[in-house]
């Protein structure tokens, strides 16, 4: 059996504009359009990442940052702490100081890894935190893998016991490229108004799976599969957002195919029942790891990773929108190009907006194909994705002691924050077997 942890997908793409019509135009601008502050370390650690033994494995470094920010300017952060097996939040405050002592244990299942976790906020209430992970728990199937759930109600504090979404045998959180290749963490959280919830996960046979909950997580419905299973390609690489009215839009890719494209399906009845998914600009090139997000005007943004050449070569970032409610999408653009001295790919990105609809996209950058990452690649449209600036580097996201960035059990993570006035927040992680690991927050704001 093997997994991901070192993918041949930490790839990229030789993006061919020309291939494509381009409703999105790369400015001559700055190149982030951000102000960004001084970097904020969260974690360190030893980088001992020995052989895959299940949860007996020698592992002693941190990993798996995500983050979201609140209206205040809070950072809230999630990450993993490998030698606990263990994820962890901690809040910090606008003026970069931690709110608790030490960082909350969210998991608290010591006997089995945590990995890749996602934290969202809601949107209606300030002191609720939700976190979604996967639980590595070998159950009887041929793959581990379950998703977890906890919630706070006082800010991150304190967090619930958490449940079990998918209790499942099928290795949930695995998002296939092929059969002996995936990317775990192929999961996804988002947060509604008046308590709704969903959780969209993948499990190893290429089932996409959706739950739901109505009361802050405090309950969820039984996991609906919304594609993949019998003779369709595996599903991959779940995205979630929710829109004007409540709209629940979901992305997806697949695995087991070299031409895979963007599905988008459309809920407007809670998640209940989902739309035909549409295909993103199908084309002969490999499509990934997609991320959604729908500004105030129900246009819905989308962002994925494209390589022309198949799932293990160069990649780079489309970006695309629809002003129909995902019916039809603009042709894309890349918008990662021309990338910055000493780089070739770019991959899994990752998309947030602020209330003014301005647009910030992160991704991995990597050297060439077939390399881990190093640093994050980052562009900001002004005006609502009609165009972007130049692509650049996020200043101080490259590890200096010489890591290449974290996440070694698969990419699929959300680095990227932004809130309604135009706060931004990064997080990264870096690993140098045998040396040491870490975990930081870089936090801007957007230019006027």
Known sequence: MRHTLFLRSLIGLLGITGLFAVMVTALAAPASSIAWQPSIEIATDRGERGPWQQSQSRYDFVDDPSVALTARGDAAVAWVDQARKAVLFQRFLASGKPQFEQPVDVSRRPDTFSWLPRVVLAPSAPQSVFILWQEIIFSGGSHGGDILFARSDDGGKSFSVPLNLSNSLG??????????????????????????????????????????????????????????????????????????????????????????????????????????????APSPAYSDAPRLAVDGAGVVHLVYAQSQAGPFERYGIRYTRSTDGGRSFAPPADISRPMPVGFQSAAFPALALDAGGRVVVVWELFEDAGRRPRGLGVAVSANGGRSFSRPGVVPGSVDAAGGFNGSSQGLLMNKLAVSDDGAVAVVNSSLLPGAHSRVWLMRGRLMP
């Open 171 to 280: 290795g949930d959180g695995k998002g296939r490229i092929n059969r002996e290749i995936w990317d775990n963490g192929s999961l996804d959280l988002v947060a509604g108004h008046g308590g709704a919830l969903y959780a969209a996960w993948t499990e190893y046979d290429g089932q996409l799976w959706l739950s739901r909950s109505t009361d802050g997580g405090r309950r969820f419905s039984s996991p609906v599969r919304i594609a993949g299973g019998g003779k369709a390609y595996p599903a991959r690489a779940p995205s979630l957002a929710v829109g004007p009215g409540g709209a629940v839009y979901l992305a997806w890719t697949v695995g087991d195919n070299d031409a895979a494209d963007i599905h988008v399906a459309r809920s407007l009845d809670g998640g209940a029942t989902f739309s035909q998914p549409q295909l993103v």
